[in-house]
């Protein structure tokens, strides 16, 4: 299977330094993962948008959109599941 490029947003960047230091390891280490597997188990299709993904890092969430077109998976948000999806 091919490798996917991972494009992070302003805003996923700007959560991510927020986070504490531990959590930013955790969660950017499942971020590196979506490279290989775009769809791991756990991942979830995210009610009311078309190519909107979520996947559940402890208490804080990673939500992506994948293009299969051009291998592409970009990080939109990255927050405690209480606010991330606001």
């Known amino acids: 299977m091919a490798r996917y490029k991972i494009e992070i947003s ?3 960047e700007k959560q991510l330094k927020k986070l504490p230091q ?6 950017a280490k499942v ?9 791991p188990k756990g991942s979830r299709k995210l009610a009311g948008y078309e190519e909107v993904l ?6 804080y969430r990673i939500l992506y959109s994948v293009s299969g077109k051009t291998l592409v998976i970009i ?6 599941r209480k606010d991330v999806y606001r």
């Open 10 to 12: 302003r805003t996923a």
């Open 22 to 27: 531990l959590e930013q390891k955790r969660v």
């Open 31 to 39: 971020i590196l993962e979506l490279a290989d597997d775009p769809f």
């Open 54 to 59: 979520r996947i559940r890092v402890g208490r």
């Open 75 to 80: 990080v939109l948000k990255i927050g405690h």
